[in-house]
C-alpha cells in the first residue's frame, strides 16, 4: 500500500511548514479535547473563520487544515478506534450515519505549540494532552470523551452569545481527595469549569461547576460518586482545595431514561440541590444557545428549568 492511501498514514510525515495563528489554534484546540473531529472543530472555530478562504467555505476549510496538519508534517494524528468487541480489527465509527475522522496531537504538535507561544508552555504541557497513534481506543471510552468535548464546545459558543466569559477550566480533574472518617474519598471530574456572565445590574458574576458525563457507569456506580461528591462537599474539602464554596454538578447522560433514573438517585441523596442533570442529545454545538434552555432536572425537581441564571448561584 502506498503511503497516504491508508487513512492512518500521513502522505508527507516530516515535512516542515510554517504555521500560521488560526492552524496553531486548532493544534492547541484538538490537544485540549485530547480526540477530536471535523464536527466538533467547525463550530468551535466558526467565528473566527467565517469568511470565505482560499475559495472554500468556514466548515470545508477546517477539514482541509485538520487534513494537511496530519498529512504535511504529522502536527495531529489519526488515532485507530475499535470495538472492544472486535479486537482482531479496525471498525469504522459513524456519526450521523457516515464516517468520520479522528484526530489527535502528536508530540511534535505540542512542541510546535510551546515554540509559538513560550509564556504559555506550563498550560500547554499540562492540558494539551497526547494520544499516541500507536494505542487503539476503545469505542465505548471515545464516546465518552466526545460527550465531554461536545460539552465543552457547547459551552464555550454559548458564553460567547450571551458576552460570556470562560474564566478556567480543565479536562479530567482536578482531583480532589481527603480522608473522612478514617475512608479515604477521591473525586476526579470529567470536566471542571468557572465562567462569569452578566446579571441584571450589569456586574459579572461568577459561577462554578463540575460536569459529570455518565454513559459508562451503572446505577451503584452513579449512587457511589454522588456519595463521594456530598462527602467532599460536607467536609469543606471542595472549598479548601478548589475555593469553590458554592457550585453545581452536572450530569450529562446517554438516554432520556438515563437522566429520569440518575435524578431518582439524586434525589435521595443528603444535598440533592448540588445535581442538575441533562440529556446530551438536548444541546449541541450547532445550537450552543439550548445550554441555556430548559433542558436540566435537579435533584430536587422533576420539572425541567434552565441553567440560567448563574449569576443567581453566587449570590450571598
Known amino acids: 500500500m502506498k503511503r497516504g492511501t491508508n487513512i492512518y498514514e500521513p502522505a508527507n510525515p516530516k515535512a516542515e511548514r510554517e504555521l500560521d495563528e488560526r492552524e496553531y ?22 467565528h473566527t473563520v467565517a ?12 477539514d482541509i487544515i485538520m487534513g494537511e496538519l496530519f498529512h504535511k508534517g504529522r502536527y495531529l ?33 505540542r512542541d510546535a505549540l510551546i515554540a509559538w507561544r513560550p509564556d504559555l508552555e506550563e498550560d500547554i504541557k499540562e492540558h494539551c494532552r497526547i494520544a499516541s497513534h500507536k494505542n487503539k481506543v476503545f469505542v465505548p471510552n471515545l464516546l465518552h470523551y466526545m460527550m465531554v468535548n461536545r460539552f465543552f464546545v457547547s459551552l464555550s459558543l454559548a458564553l460567547k452569545n450571551i458576552e460570556g466569559k470562560l474564566t478556567h477550566f480543565s479536562f479530567e480533574g482536578p482531583a480532589m481527595d481527603a480522608k473522612i472518617r478514617n475512608k479515604y474519598i477521591q473525586v476526579i471530574p470529567d470536566f471542571t469549569a468557572r465562567f462569569e456572565i452578566m446579571n441584571p445590574a450589569g456586574e459579572m458574576k461568577p459561577s462554578q461547576f463540575f460536569l459529570e458525563a455518565e454513559r ?48 431518582r438517585i439524586a434525589a435521595k441523596s443528603k444535598a440533592p440541590e448540588l445535581f442538575w442533570l441533562a440529556w446530551e442529545q438536548d444541546f449541541s454545538p450547532n445550537e450552543p444557545n439550548s445550554l441555556w434552555s430548559g433542558i436540566w432536572v435537579t435533584g430536587e425537581s422533576e420539572e425541567p428549568i434552565s441553567l440560567l441564571p448563574s449569576w443567581a448561584f453566587q449570590e450571598t
Request: charged share 30%; proline share 5%; glycine share 6%.
Open 25 to 46: 489554534e486548532i493544534l492547541r484546540f484538538v490537544g485540549r479535547c485530547k480526540y477530536a473531529t471535523h464536527e466538533l472543530a467547525r463550530p468551535y472555530f466558526s
Open 51 to 62: 469568511p470565505p478562504i482560499r475559495g472554500k467555505k468556514t466548515n470545508r476549510i477546517i
Open 77 to 109: 494524528d489519526r488515532p485507530h478506534y475499535i470495538s472492544q468487541y472486535e479486537l482482531h480489527g479496525k471498525r469504522k465509527m459513524y456519526g450521523k450515519g457516515r464516517p468520520f475522522t479522528l484526530y489527535s496531537l502528536t508530540h511534535k504538535g
Open 216 to 263: 459508562n457507569v451503572t446505577p451503584e456506580m452513579f449512587r457511589i460518586k454522588v456519595a463521594k461528591y456530598i462527602a467532599l462537599y460536607s467536609a469543606k474539602v471542595i472549598e479548601k482545595q478548589l475555593g469553590f464554596e458554592r457550585f453545581r454538578i452536572l450530569v450529562v447522560t446517554n438516554t432520556e431514561n438515563q437522566r429520569d433514573s440518575w435524578r
